[in-house]
Every structure is written in structure tokens, then in C-alpha cells.
């Protein structure tokens, strides 16, 4: 894509930033790839320090573009993150009069939304290569490399503050039977994205990153095919994976990790299986251990690691929102994963009423349950090629809805395959 660094003085609105000469913890930006909508932005950016960008003059403005009040075709927004109403939390959420006079959005084209997607793949694949080489000298060695550890978290969280949707859709690419470190990096990525949406500073979310990574790290002390929970586990096999906790705690006092709230969270993360008691030390919704407790939770429900048959996103949230109603700090948390996640969140493959099937492309506000979709295959499920775009938001009263989410693993739905071919 054509870039080019350009003083701070000649940014304008509607160019977009692909790059700034800071880090993004000097700058009041969540994420360094972003377009310019105001005046007022740049003048946060020149406010922190920063004195040349790096812009992509595919998706904004060129420098050419400076008296031109807006390119022939407007430029595409980057991944959003998911606008979600949350359907089985609503009474948690004040009720909002919509804004008629605001424009909607403009939807992401489907190849920049399959350029995030592969990009968002690869960077996972990289990261679970390194989280099973971090894992694996643990497990040899009885100490955890830090450095490797805080290098992985600090990558994710860059990932997850640029690309959260795609980020958030490639969990779902992973394998059916995960593996520990593909479970340490899902609940690593999922706590990051979820303590971004709680406003957790810096440190702390690098704290919380780090705990939900290695928060199974004692797991590598046990037999190999002990690691995961299984209904045929002897009463003495149950005893010993119960261990995994102290043996946590062990190797990361061990390897000189011993913040309070790390240890926590390494020592209570299975508390949510219990909901009806409360954290150690703290029982709030913003808590680390709560939060890392809810995910691992989640991530169980859906790889049927819990006693229970496997579960779609969707009957996840549902079960633990229900067993969320007896503390009101669970529910919250729970309420704002829901929102995080969301109903249709983009990306996601839905079938319809019709019995079509499609893929999320873009998120209407006001309207998360009719999303924007390219239809892959039709009523017979034969493939549609070139993908059909289909906004039910426009559909008239009582035609097509979404009937369901489908995990694209077991419907053998591509993708980012979709996508290309929808932009072709």
C-alpha cells in the first residue's frame, strides 16, 4: 500500500495515519492506524510530541489532496470494534433516545476487511508458535522467560488496540481440541480487548495481559494428557489437576514474577466456577481475577472443557450471563463481555431464516441483530460466487433475520475467502 512520512504540519483531516514517531502509551490514541475526522486530533497529536506521521494514501487523503475538499470515493474506515446490543443484559443498560441526524459510518470494503483478517491470522499463528516455545521451556526448565512472555502480551495488546474485530474473529479459527497455549492466548487476547472496554490503564492492562497468558502456566507440570478436564477423571486425577494452581504460583515466585494481583489471578481463575462466592480480596466488576475468572470460563464452555458439550459464542454468554444473576459484580462483567463480543459481531457467519448463509460485514448502530452480510450460499447451500451483499436492515418487515451464529470450522465457511471474492 502506497505510505509516505509526512511532517505534522501537513496532516490534514481526511487523510489516514498508518504510523506516528511515538509510542501509542505517549499519545491520547488507542491505536496508531487511524483516519483523521478533525482538527481537534491533530492538535492532540501535536500536543503529545509528535512530529511526523506516516500516512496510507490508498484508504485517505494524499498530500496532493490538500485543496480537494474529499477524494471520488470516500476512504474506507478501519476495523471497528463490534457495536453491540446486548439483548440478554438490557435491564443492566440505560435506555438511549437514537440520534436521527447522525450519518452512519461508512462500511469497510471487503477487501480491506480480508486484508485485517489475514493479517490478524498470521499475527496469531506467530504468537502461538511463540507462546508453545514459551510454554515448552517452562515446562523443561521450571521457570518462566519474562522477557518472552511480556514480548507476546505487548504485541497482542498493539494487535488488539488497531484490529480488535479481526482480532476477536480468528479466535474462533482455532482448533476444536485447543491447546494450552491456544487457550493461555485466547484468554489473554479476550482480557486485553475486554480491560480496554473497562478503561484499564496501561500498567494494568499489561498486568492483566500477562496473567491470562500464563494464568495455566502450572498445567506444565502435570502429565501431558492430564491437562485438560475430562468427565473419566479419577477422583485422584481430579486432585492432581486441582494442583495446577499451586504449582502456578511455584513457578512464577520462582521465576521472580510475585505481583500480588499476578499471583492472584494464577491462584483464583477457576472462582467463577463457583459464583456465589466472592474474589479474595476485592468482588468488583473491574477486578483482574474476576475478569481473568469469567473468561477462562468462557473459553471452557466453548472447547466443552467444563463437563458440558461444547457451545457456540452465543450459548456461552447465554449460560454464564444466567449464572451471573447472583452477584451483581458478575453480572456487570459478564454484561460487558456480552457487549464486547457482540450479538452478530463482524466477521461472524450467520445463517438466516431463508437457511442462506453469510458473513458479517459490517454492524448497522441502533440495529447489531441486522447486520450488513455477503451471502455465500444460497437456500440449497450452494456456494454464491461472487457473494450476494445483503443489508437486513433494509429488508422489509418479516423477511429474512439471522436464525443463527455457525462456527465456520464445522460449516467449512472461508472467510477471508468470502471476502476476497466479494471485492473481486
Same mark, same amino acid.
Given at each position: 500500500?502506497?505510505?509516505?512520512?509526512?511532517?505534522?504540519?501537513?496532516?490534514?483531516?481526511?487523510?489516514?495515519?498508518?504510523?506516528?514517531?511515538?509510542?501509542?502509551? &505517549?499519545?491520547?490514541?488507542?491505536?496508531?492506524?487511524?483516519?483523521? /475526522?478533525?482538527?481537534?486530533?491533530?492538535?492532540?497529536?501535536?500536543?503529545?510530541?509528535?512530529?511526523?506521521?506516516?500516512?496510507?494514501?490508498?484508504?485517505?487523503? *494524499?498530500?496532493?489532496?490538500?485543496? #480537494?475538499?474529499?477524494?471520488?470515493?470516500?476512504?474506507?474506515? =478501519?476495523?471497528?470494534?463490534? &457495536?453491540?446490543?446486548?439483548?440478554?443484559?438490557? *435491564?443492566?443498560? =440505560? @435506555?438511549?433516545?437514537?440520534?436521527?441526524?447522525?450519518?452512519?459510518?461508512?462500511?469497510?470494503?471487503?477487501?480491506?476487511?480480508?486484508?485485517?483478517?489475514?493479517?490478524?491470522?498470521?499475527?496469531?499463528?506467530?504468537?502461538?508458535?511463540?507462546?508453545?516455545?514459551?510454554? +515448552?521451556?517452562?515446562?523443561?526448565?521450571?521457570?518462566?522467560?519474562?522477557?518472552?512472555?511480556?514480548?507476546?502480551? *505487548?504485541?497482542?495488546? /498493539?494487535?488488539?488496540?488497531?484490529?480488535?474485530?479481526?482480532?476477536?474473529?480468528?479466535?474462533?479459527?482455532?482448533?476444536?481440541?485447543?491447546?494450552?497455549?491456544?487457550?493461555?492466548? #485466547?484468554?489473554?487476547?479476550?482480557?486485553?480487548?475486554?480491560?480496554?472496554?473497562?478503561?484499564?490503564?496501561?500498567?494494568?492492562?499489561?498486568?492483566?495481559?500477562?496473567?491470562?497468558?500464563?494464568?495455566?502456566? %502450572?498445567? @506444565?507440570?502435570?502429565?501431558? &494428557?492430564?491437562?485438560?478436564?475430562? /468427565?473419566?477423571?479419577?477422583?485422584?486425577?481430579?486432585?492432581?489437576?486441582?494442583?495446577?494452581?499451586?504449582? %502456578?504460583?511455584?513457578?512464577?515466585?520462582?521465576?521472580?514474577?510475585?505481583?500480588?494481583?499476578?499471583?492472584?489471578?494464577?491462584?483464583?481463575?477457576?472462582?467463577?466456577?463457583?459464583?456465589?462466592?466472592?474474589?479474595?480480596?476485592?468482588?468488583?466488576? #473491574? *477486578?483482574?481475577?474476576?475478569?481473568? !475468572?469469567?473468561?477462562?470460563?468462557?473459553?471452557?464452555?466453548?472447547?466443552?472443557?467444563?463437563?458440558?458439550?461444547?457451545?457456540?459464542?452465543?450459548?456461552?454468554?447465554?449460560?454464564?450471563?444466567?449464572? !451471573?444473576?447472583? &452477584?451483581?459484580?458478575?453480572?456487570?462483567?459478564?454484561? !460487558?463481555?456480552?457487549?464486547?463480543?457482540?450479538?452478530?459481531?463482524?466477521?461472524?457467519?450467520?445463517?438466516?431464516?431463508?437457511? +442462506?448463509?453469510?458473513?458479517?460485514?459490517?454492524?448497522?448502530? %441502533?440495529?447489531?441483530?441486522?447486520?450488513?452480510?455477503?451471502?455465500?450460499?444460497?437456500?440449497?447451500?450452494?456456494?454464491?460466487?461472487? =457473494? /450476494?451483499?445483503?443489508?437486513?436492515?433494509?429488508?422489509?418487515?418479516? !423477511?429474512?433475520?439471522?436464525?443463527?451464529?455457525?462456527?465456520?470450522?464445522?460449516? %467449512?465457511?472461508?472467510? +477471508?475467502?468470502?471476502?476476497?471474492?466479494?471485492?473481486?
Amino acid at each position: 500500500m502506497p505510505k509516505r512520512t509526512i511532517p505534522i504540519a501537513r496532516l490534514k483531516v481526511g487523510m489516514y495515519i498508518s504510523g506516528l514517531d511515538r509510542s501509542w502509551l &505517549h499519545t491520547p490514541f488507542l491505536r496508531h492506524s487511524f483516519p483523521i /475526522k478533525s482538527e481537534q486530533e491533530i492538535a492532540a497529536l501535536r500536543k503529545s510530541g509528535v512530529a511526523t506521521v506516516v500516512i496510507d494514501t490508498d484508504l485517505g487523503r *494524499d498530500v496532493q489532496d490538500e485543496h #480537494t475538499a474529499s477524494k471520488t470515493v470516500p476512504p474506507p474506515q =478501519p476495523d471497528p470494534a463490534p &457495536h453491540v446490543t446486548d439483548t440478554t443484559a438490557a *435491564d443492566d443498560q =440505560p @435506555t438511549q433516545a437514537p440520534r436521527e441526524a447522525e450519518p452512519l459510518p461508512a462500511r469497510p470494503s471487503p477487501l480491506q476487511l480480508a486484508a485485517h483478517f489475514s493479517e490478524a491470522r498470521q499475527q496469531r499463528e506467530q504468537w502461538l508458535a511463540r507462546a508453545k516455545a514459551l510454554f +515448552e521451556k517452562t515446562r523443561a526448565t521450571d521457570i518462566i522467560e519474562a522477557r518472552d512472555a511480556q514480548a507476546i502480551v *505487548d504485541d497482542v495488546l /498493539k494487535t488488539v488496540l488497531e484490529r480488535q474485530a479481526a482480532c476477536l474473529a480468528v479466535l474462533g479459527l482455532g482448533q476444536l481440541d485447543a491447546t494450552l497455549q491456544e487457550h493461555g492466548l #485466547t484468554v489473554c487476547t479476550l482480557a486485553l480487548i475486554l480491560g480496554k472496554s473497562l478503561n484499564f490503564s496501561d500498567d494494568r492492562l499489561n498486568q492483566l495481559g500477562l496473567g491470562a497468558l500464563l494464568h495455566d502456566i %502450572g498445567l @506444565t507440570k502435570l502429565p501431558r &494428557h492430564m491437562i485438560k478436564r475430562s /468427565k473419566t477423571m479419577t477422583p485422584a486425577q481430579q486432585a492432581l489437576y486441582q494442583t495446577h494452581t499451586e504449582e %502456578g504460583l511455584r513457578i512464577l515466585q520462582k521465576s521472580w514474577l510475585a505481583a500480588p494481583d499476578l499471583l492472584l489471578m494464577i491462584s483464583h481463575h477457576h472462582q467463577f466456577e463457583k459464583p456465589t462466592e466472592t474474589a479474595p480480596d476485592s468482588a468488583s466488576d #473491574t *477486578d483482574p481475577v474476576n475478569l481473568i !475468572s469469567v473468561i477462562d470460563q468462557y473459553d471452557e464452555l466453548l472447547s466443552g472443557q467444563t463437563g458440558l458439550p461444547p457451545m457456540s459464542s452465543s450459548q456461552a454468554l447465554s449460560h454464564l450471563y444466567q449464572r !451471573s444473576q447472583t &452477584h451483581a459484580e458478575w453480572r456487570t462483567l459478564v454484561s !460487558s463481555l456480552i457487549r464486547v463480543i457482540g450479538i452478530y459481531p463482524l466477521y461472524s457467519v450467520v445463517s438466516l431464516t431463508s437457511d +442462506e448463509v453469510g458473513v458479517v460485514a459490517a454492524i448497522t448502530p %441502533g440495529k447489531a441483530h441486522l447486520p450488513y452480510l455477503y451471502l455465500c450460499r444460497d437456500k440449497f447451500q450452494r456456494p454464491c460466487i461472487p =457473494p /450476494k451483499p445483503l443489508d437486513l436492515a433494509q429488508e422489509p418487515e418479516g !423477511s429474512r433475520r439471522v436464525k443463527e451464529l455457525l462456527d465456520p470450522r464445522r460449516c %467449512g465457511v472461508n472467510i +477471508e475467502q468470502v471476502l476476497e471474492q466479494a471485492a473481486a
